[in-house]
């Protein structure tokens, strides 16, 4: 408890303790609204920072392998915006509601990509990475091991990706 924290509580301690019901009254609901707003900010933070890791993976992705997310220069990515968390897609600059259940018109990318954001959009949300098997490696009868095409670039891109908190642990063992 910092310095800040104690002497408040000690405050309220001491107007507590006087007779006035509705001092007394008026001071819990002050001290439950100032955690409760407290909270609300240090998620808020959380959220920011979790939107800002996952644009620098999609900037990650974007950079290299086949370059998925990147259009003519533009990189997808995800915004707030009115409380609400959008998709900008890079291919045609049209901003995407990712709140309720997408219906994807507009996506200029395939259906793998389409699961991947949604993956993302929860993660910026809720804070619950994404599985490690998410960004490979695969098995090779899938895609020949190489789902993505992106070769042994999607070693670095599960890297960053465990690097940002994204996923929890890189996997780098062909799964069985």
Known sequence: MDRFEEMTERIVDRVLACDNAAVTEMLRTLWDTAHAQGRTQKKEQNRAQRLQAVNELLGEIANRGRRFFWHRGNVSRFVWDQDKLWYIDGGNGRKL???????????TEGFTLATLIA?????????QPLPSVTFGPWP???????????????????????????????VEVEPA
């Open 97 to 107: 509601a990712l709140h309720g259940r997408p219906t994807w018109n507009g996506f």
């Open 119 to 127: 993956g993302l959009r929860d993660f910026i949300r809720t804070g």
């Open 140 to 170: 090779e009868y899938v895609a020949g091991g190489d789902l993505w095409g992106y070769g042994e670039e999607m070693v670095l891109i599960r890297q960053k990706a465990y690097d940002l908190g994204i996923i929890v642990a890189p």
